[in-house]
Each structure stands twice: as structure tokens, then as C-alpha cells.
């Protein structure tokens, strides 16, 4: 398994930006695809976004789409969610998840800790 740490969380207005970043370990990192879940009270847990380990296959959540980009350095076993134009209905707690399958978007085996993510308006 890959060990994920979430971080870059916060509280901001809406309209703002933030950037998650989720750092692995593992010399096995680059095999993974990478998501980004998010859970909000009371409402089932979401993909947001995914990314394939080469970067070549994308995924957005449709909500999001066109704001939030996701991406990931391999050199650095990290990956990352920049978040633009923040709406309130974006206040969640966020994953990062290592092991997504592409093809059926199904969670991997590996999380985060989470990361509060909060959008005022």
C-alpha cells in the first residue's frame, strides 16, 4: 500500500482558490492512478477528480469541471487538485486516493486523511 498525506485545506470566499497536494509514499507510486475524493455532512462521498499514472487519462466530477485541475509529479510522488472559482456547495472534507480504476472510477485501497475544505459566500 501507499501511505498518502492530505494537506492545503482551508477556509476561503467564494470565488477564491485553494491548492490540495497529497504526498505518498512508496516506491511504487507511479503505477497508481490518483483521485481526489470529497465528503460533505450528511451526503454520500464523491469522486472528484482522477488522474492515470502517466497523466494521460483525466476524469472531473461535471460540477467541477472547467475549475478544478488535477495533476500529478511523479518525481516528487505527489499529486495535486488546484481549486478555482470556489462555490459553497464545494465545502467538503477531501481525499486523496491512490489505486482509482480508470475504466470504472472505483476507489482504490489507499487514503488521506482528509483535508477541511470550507467556502463561505
Known amino acids: 500500500q501507499v501511505r498518502l498525506v492530505d494537506s492545503g485545506g482551508g477556509l476561503v470566499q467564494a470565488g477564491g482558490s485553494l491548492r490540495l497536494s497529497c504526498a505518498a509514499s512508496?516506491?511504487?507510486?507511479?503505477?497508481?492512478?490518483m483521485g481526489w475524493f470529497r465528503q460533505a455532512p450528511g451526503k454520500e462521498r464523491e469522486l472528484v477528480a482522477a488522474?492515470?499514472?502517466?497523466?494521460?487519462?483525466?476524469y472531473y466530477l461535471d460540477s467541477v469541471k472547467g475549475r478544478f485541475t488535477i495533476s500529478r509529479d511523479n518525481a516528487k510522488n505527489a499529486v495535486y487538485l488546484q481549486m478555482n472559482s470556489l462555490k459553497p456547495e464545494d465545502t467538503a472534507v477531501y481525499y486523496c486516493?491512490?489505486?482509482?480504476?480508470?475504466?470504472?472510477?472505483?476507489?482504490?485501497?489507499?487514503w488521506g486523511q482528509g483535508t477541511q475544505v470550507t467556502v463561505s459566500s
Open positions: 486516493n491512490a489505486g482509482v480504476t480508470m475504466s470504472t472510477l472505483k476507489e482504490g485501497d489507499s
Open positions: 512508496g516506491q511504487t507510486f507511479n503505477t497508481f492512478s
Open positions: 488522474i492515470s499514472w502517466l497523466g494521460r487519462r483525466i
